[in-house]
């Protein structure tokens, strides 16, 4: 008898003080469903086509900007006489493996095959850090480049190169191939822009580098 009257108790205090917890939290209120409403899970759903669209509008945008240095391999170009077939160039004919260490044992450097650009103020780095040697005989300044309208070769200076199709590497060593985009120094030959201002610099295109 005495259990179960303080199990009674234990069951009361219980329930009072659940009433007083009860009354200090807030709880979702359950209102009555409406014609049309969508769940929680479905709320997110109406802007994946605005997104869908921002996506393929960025896309877009990236791929206009790429193409910009794009170089078209496989068409004709329109001041050549002759189909452009851009070879891809592997990496064993583009590099040399170097041999370093005192047992010549290290075969982390590379020395670059094929004609490249370096700036003016150019300088190698230390031994101990350079993993592409480009060497001096292979750097090159200026390049002749043909007018298609004037039919006349020009020596003019390299400013830089702007794309390589083999990659973004073979564009950041400055390694000039077929088909490479490089710009040059065109003030010599006196163009003018239709607002009457003189040329500096124009994309030619390498054919053979």
């Known amino acids: 008898m ?26 979702k209120v359950d209102d009555e469903v409406q014609d049309g409403a969508i ?14 669209v921002l996506s393929n509008t960025i896309k877009q945008k990236r791929k206009e900007k790429a193409g910009k240095w794009e170089v078209p391999i496989p068409k004709l170009f329109d001041f050549l006489s002759f189909d452009l077939q851009v070879r891809p160039v592997a990496e064993d004919e583009m590099f040399k493996v170097i041999r370093s260490g005192k047992r010549k044992t290290k075969q982390w450097k590379r020395m670059v095959t094929k004609c490249t650009f370096v700036g003016p103020g150019f300088t190698r780095k230390p031994p101990k850090y350079e993993r592409f040697i480009r060497p001096s005989g292979l750097r090159f300044t200026k390049a002749h480049v043909t007018h298609p309208e004037l039919k006349c070769t020009f020596n003019l200076d390299i400013i830089g190169v702007k794309k390589n199709p083999n990659g973004p590497m073979y564009t950041s060593l400055g390694v000039m191939t077929k088909g490479t985009i490089i710009e040059v120094n065109v003030s010599e030959l006196g163009l003018v822009t239709p607002a009457g201002k003189v040329v500096w610099g124009k994309d030619p295109l390498t054919i053979q580098a």
């Not at 009361?12 to 009860?22: G, I």
């Open 2 to 27: 005495i259990a179960k009257k303080n199990y009674a108790e234990k069951a009361l205090m219980k329930k009072t003080l659940a009433m007083h917890e009860e009354s200090s939290t807030r709880r």
């Open 39 to 52: 769940p929680a899970y479905l709320m997110d759903r109406e802007n994946t086509t605005r997104a869908k």
